[in-house]
């Protein structure tokens, strides 16, 4: 079946440093969301690509859709502490009744050491 | 703003006892989910719905039923629980289209930690 894996699991960074997750899939993906949890919490939406090669910025974060639209990215620049929590990419489930259905990758767990 | 409202934030529960976790939206969303959230597992779908007493199953719905006799409640029902049952429940909602090429963003509850002992 589908799949969308993402690398690396865990990732500790120095305040101030970059950090970078990615996400691949086994399908061609129509469009591709990112979802941030913060400890405690629950996933909250971020950003959705779709154009093949895309790129959108939010403030310091930055995401990429892959050309073949088979992998995306996402970029912190210089990170706080309130970069820290889990980060979700999710692809559309496709075939049958699958409309708003997503396959999520395994998340990236960010820790931001002050 | 999007409400998803679970209706416990951690419940204790014994093996072998039949367990009700509640979800209510109220966005008028045609699609509801759950997901069991595990470390290094990422959000696994259990059971969804795109409409009244509609549902299909997930990815992973053995030992789980589900019930939408409302549009805005998605009941998840461990029929018989188990300790491998023990972990963090989300429901979540959306609307039922984005768009030929585009999905709608999901709406996720503040989750059930669900202890089986």
């Known amino acids: 079946g589908q799949q969308v894996m993402q690398i690396p699991q865990y990732q500790h960074v120095q305040e101030g440093e970059d950090f970078t997750t990615y996400c691949n899939s086994s399908?061609?993906?129509?469009?591709i969301q990112w979802y941030k949890q913060r400890p405690g919490g629950h996933p909250v939406f971020l950003i959705q690509?779709?154009?093949?090669?895309e790129v959108k910025k939010q403030k310091r974060l930055t995401f990429q859709f892959g050309e073949a639209k088979k992998n995306s990215s996402l970029h912190i620049t210089a990170t706080q502490t309130t970069d820290v929590g889990t980060y979700f990419c999710a692809g559309p489930v496709t075939g049958g009744t699958s409309y708003g259905k997503l396959t999520f990758g395994q998340g990236t767990i960010l820790t931001v050491h002050p | 703003d999007v409400k998803v409202t679970q209706s416990s934030r951690y419940l204790v529960k014994r093996t072998g006892e039949k367990v009700f976790l509640e979800c209510v939206q109220d966005m008028d969303h045609e699609n509801m989910f759950w997901y069991r959230q595990d470390p290094g597992l990422g959000l696994r779908l259990i059971y969804f719905?795109?409409?009244?007493?509609?549902?299909e199953k997930g990815d992973i719905p053995e030992g789980y039923s589900v019930s939408r006799e409302k549009k805005e409640r998605f009941s998840l029902i461990l029929e018989s629980a188990s300790t491998n049952q023990t972990s963090m429940y989300l429901c979540a909602s959306s609307l039922l289209w984005g768009g030929r090429f585009s999905n709608q963003p999901q709406h996720f509850g503040d989750g059930t930690r669900l202890s089986i002992l």
């Open positions: 399908t061609t993906l129509s469009n």
């Open positions: 690509l779709v154009k093949s090669g």
């Open positions: 719905s795109y409409d009244v007493k509609m549902k």
